[in-house]
């Protein structure tokens, strides 16, 4: 079995900051991929940021100069740091994890059970 556990969402200004985590766990021979993704009421889900186990990382254009990506590899986590956060980011955001199974022989996507955003005054 393989759990992410996302945490960091919330409610914050127009201008603030927020932090997200994505731990994952269990039965976990590798990683590739990280990344996040969004979905705001009525719009389709859209990557925000992904990072590589080498530390690539690539960035909506909305978000750029503004979010951060990166991830601990040892912990098998990945975070995502808002800055100057706009009401337009306010979305449900989800993990997305890479990886390979113990007991298996191909790399596959998992995704967190997502975590609130609002940004609102």
């Known amino acids: 079995q393989v759990q992410l556990v996302e945490s960091g969402g919330g409610l914050v200004q127009p201008g603030g900051s927020l932090r997200l985590s994505c731990a994952a766990s269990?039965?976990?021979?590798?990683?590739?991929?990280m990344g996040w993704y969004r979905q705001a009421p009525g719009k389709q889900r859209e990557l925000v940021a992904t990072i590589t186990r080498a530390g690539y990382t690539n960035y909506a254009g909305s978000v750029k100069g503004r979010f951060t990506i990166s991830r601990d590899n040892a912990k098998k986590t990945n975070y995502l740091q808002m800055n100057s956060l706009k009401p337009e980011d306010t979305a449900v955001y989800y993990c997305n994890v890479r990886l390979l199974r113990s007991s298996l022989t191909t790399y596959q996507d998992y995704w967190g059970q997502g975590t609130q955003v609002t940004v609102s005054s």
């Open positions: 269990g039965s976990i021979v590798s990683i590739s991929d």
